[in-house]
């Protein structure tokens, strides 16, 4: 896949510190784990979105946030429920103790178990993390579940411009938001599209809904859209479409699949896919496990 850079927005190299992208939209590229991180600032405070994989990393763009003079901090959202985008929001609670915290209400309530089963996961031999100099911030980091929940969307005014948050449906997650800034045309994705790996199917993903998510996300932004990403740099509306495209034949491919009767430990190695092979394990066992009563044949052998 190709990177689409997204079109006039500079570029946003790994622990580069926080970047303007358009007027009043910036954004913080974490070298560990990749990961980008939103700021809006408007003329009555400023949203964050997303906090980072650890309170360090949330405290830097804290601090950053001040350096430029954006406060205060009136509304923080996470994109879903995933450690490495929430394990930032005590630092935020903290410096900003009026500052809503928002996320989708299946993305709140799943954040402390989510949590607690990454921890006790990354410490463990075979885990990426268990030599990670990161790991003591990962165990010790405190968890703030978002109290200001929504279900489809919300809009957050900061006087002088207005900023969606918006509920595309199962795909990454089941709680999945995007952050949208249609004056600058401004797109914070979160894990919905990813730019540095190719999208990320957890044991909670929702494989055969994730390309109609994206449906919404294109049909928001503009041809000169810059839509920022999960993890990695900011692309424009062509890749979006390109991921659209690739996440769909995943999709089709495995309901196609099913319908011929092919087993799911069959299935990677029954057809051709957009992503290697290696990132499409739990992909192929929650879609089989999605697909509507009846669509699914007995195997063939």
């Known amino acids: 896949m190709s990177s689409h850079p997204a079109p006039s927005a500079p ?11 358009r007027p009043g939209c910036w954004a913080w590229r974490t070298g560990f784990v990749d990961l980008t991180l939103g700021v809006i600032a408007g003329r009555d405070g400023t949203v964050v979105v997303d906090t980072g994989p650890t309170e360090a990393h949330a405290s830097a763009l ?3 946030i001040g350096a430029h003079g954006l406060g205060p901090v009136v509304a923080v959202v996470n994109t879903h429920v995933h450690w490495d985008h929430v394990l930032g929001n005590a630092v935020f609670a903290d410096r ?6 928002i996320a989708h ?5 799943a954040t402390p178990a989510h949590v607690e089963g990454f921890r006790r996961a990354a410490g463990e031999p075979g885990s990426p993390y268990a030599d990670s100099p990161h790991l003591d911030a990962l165990r010790s980091a ?7 929940t929504l279900s489809s969307a919300r809009v957050l005014d900061l006087g002088d411009r207005r900023v969606e948050v918006v509920h595309p449906g199962p795909a990454h997650t089941d709680g999945d938001v995007v952050v949208h800034v249609p004056d600058v045309g401004v797109v914070y994705a979160g894990d919905l599209v990813e730019q540095s790996a190719p999208p990320s199917y957890g044991e909670d993903s929702f494989p055969l809904t994730w390309h109609t998510a994206l449906d919404l996300v294109v049909g928001m932004v503009a041809e000169d859209a810059v839509v920022v990403p999960g993890h990695g740099t900011p692309v424009d509306r062509a890749f979006v479409e390109e991921q659209r495209a690739a996440v769909g034949v995943v999709a089709t491919t495995i309901s196609d699949l099913a319908g011929r009767g092919v087993s799911p430990a069959d299935a990677l190695g029954a057809s051709t ?3 290697p092979v290696e990132a499409l394990e739990h992909a192929v066992r929650r879609g089989y496990a999605h697909l509507p009563r009846g669509a699914r044949r007995l195997p063939l052998a």
């Open 273 to 275: 896919w957009p992503f």
């Open 105 to 109: 209400e299946h993305a709140a309530a």
């Open 11 to 21: 570029t946003l190299p790994p622990d580069g510190g926080l970047v303007e992208l």
């Open 62 to 64: 804290a601090d950053a």
């Open 142 to 148: 405190r968890v703030r579940p978002a109290t200001d």
């Open 96 to 101: 900003w103790p009026d500052a809503a915290l």
